[in-house]
């Protein structure tokens, strides 16, 4: 039978692919001069978080951005998330800094540094709860990608959204496909996100205008989520997985009373 997996990526405003992180989309392309300080917001929303997943009981994989490990008051409330929440919690990478590899030119020595550099942060952060496990910031993610996440240490990917809308995010070909093909063959497994006849749910889509009713109706209608015991299993590619993400600073929306469109379980 088909499980859920409940994933949660840690992106702040300045994580933005319009402020750093992108060659082309961003004011600040490097990430060079874009400040790190958290905003209330997210912390905030990152203690909302922690509270509905106490609450709730679900099992949920945090993605983290390794910048946000190097500043006081992120770290401090990510490790407090982390032991607040225990074993209902896994951490995975989503980068050192946010930069889109995916659309810059291919660098595969680098993504390897940085991607090691990020599991080692989680790591020494997160210990057991760390997991090897890896999602591209801002959905870039190319084929070339695929063997340097390998020789990082990565075993699990989830970058793909595999819907048309955001085909451009694939790589020069616009292919998920080749995406899917590119994990496979370096023996990285792949959870993409979870789609309804083509449309993206996941993310963004949740909450813009003219996918967001659709998004919800789709969550409401995923299957029985992962349990804590069963959150390893993500990991073995004949596994039957659907998985979902949102943002961590949802939890700020509609005056702080935002939560996952889910099933009453």
Known sequence: MSRTWLTVDTDDAHHRPWQQGHPTRS??????S?????????????????????????????????DQLHHPDSRDAL???AEACGGLLTFGSHGSSHRAWGAWPEDPEGLVMAVKASLEAN???FGDQAKPWFRAPSGYVAPWMALPLAKAGIVLDSSINPSRLVRRKAGPARRWTDVAHAMDEAGVVERPWHVHRGWPTCGPALHLPGLAGRARRAWRNLPPLLSVEEVEDVTMQD???TTVYWHVTDH???????EPP???T
């Open 27 to 32: 004011k600040d392309p490097d990430g060079l």
């Open 34 to 66: 874009t400040a790190r300080q958290p905003s209330t917001t997210w912390l905030s929303s990152l203690r909302r978080f922690g509270a509905w997943v106490k609450r709730t009981g679900h099992p949920v994989t945090v993605f983290v951005i390794e």
């Open 79 to 81: 490790l407090n998330l």
């Open 123 to 125: 790591a020494a952060a």
């Open 239 to 241: 596994e039957d997985v």
């Open 252 to 258: 700020a929306r509609r005056r702080g009373n935002w």
């Open 262 to 264: 889910l099933r009453a």
